[in-house]
């Protein structure tokens, strides 16, 4: 099993940009997330799925978007792209939101220039 | 709300043990710990329920106080491997997302 699958994993954009960082899994799970990660800040999350047609905000969801037309693709839009925005980004998947483990997808390092 | 962690870092010699606290101010369902290595993903340890047991892996193990909302990873006899940065995760009931703590910096030398 391929797990929980980002794309790309490194990018740099210029100031203004916009791009979609892509997330998908092959569990079949229902609860999906977005965490941003910056030294010494920890993980913060920025919005989550728990299916299909159903988004909600995180704790720093300013300057993102998302989305959820299938189960397996969370793919993460940022709108116009700021420096504040560089950052590790991890997308996660897991049966429910906090009663399971969480399986993180390998990171997507964003560079805003 | 994050919990909080501490302590901030570590520094262990082969074979010395430590513990890694995690609290927060608002009741819990659940607490995960995670370990993440430099420049990869986190990594699942264990995950500790609200009315569940102590948890063991290998020579990890974390314990749960509901009343104090307060959660410990134990680990004993520490290896080389161990090295990494811990982050717990609580989620306040089984609906809501997991919330995580800014990380403990682990470093284990010979």
């Known amino acids: 099993n391929a797990g929980v699958t980002q794309t790309p994993k490194f990018q740099v954009l210029k100031t203004g940009q916009s791009m979609t960082l892509q997330c998908a899994q092959d569990?079949?799970?229902?609860?999906m997330s977005w965490y941003r990660q910056d030294p010494g800040m920890g993980l913060r999350l920025i919005h989550y799925?728990?299916?299909?047609?159903?988004?909600d905000q995180g704790e720093v969801p300013n300057g993102y978007n998302v989305s959820r037309s299938t189960t397996e693709d969370f793919p993460l839009r940022l709108l116009s792209a700021a420096p504040s925005q560089t950052s590790v980004y991890f997308c996660?998947?897991?049966?429910?939101?906090?009663?399971?483990?969480?399986?993180f997808g390998q990171g997507t390092r964003l560079t805003v220039v | 709300q994050q919990p909080v962690q501490s302590p901030q870092a570590v520094i262990l010699r082969e074979g010395e043990d430590a513990v890694i606290n995690c609290s927060s101010s608002?009741?819990?369902?659940?607490v995960h710990w995670y370990r993440q290595k430099h420049g990869e993903a986190p990594v699942f340890l264990m995950i500790?329920?609200?009315?569940?047991e102590q948890k063991g892996h290998e020579k990890i193990s974390a314990s749960f106080n509901e009343k104090k909302q307060q959660s410990s990873l134990y680990l004993t006899a520490s290896q080389l491997s161990y090295s990494g940065t811990y982050f717990c995760?609580?989620?306040?009931?089984?609906?809501?997302?997991?919330?995580f703590g800014k990380g403990t910096r682990l470093s284990v030398i010979a």
């Open positions: 996660a998947s897991s049966p429910d939101p906090s009663g399971t483990e969480a399986f």
């Open positions: 569990m079949n799970h229902e609860y």
């Open positions: 799925s728990v299916g299909a047609g159903i988004t």
């Open positions: 608002k009741a819990l369902y659940s």
């Open positions: 500790l329920l609200k009315g569940g």
């Open positions: 995760g609580t989620g306040a009931s089984g609906n809501t997302p997991l919330v």
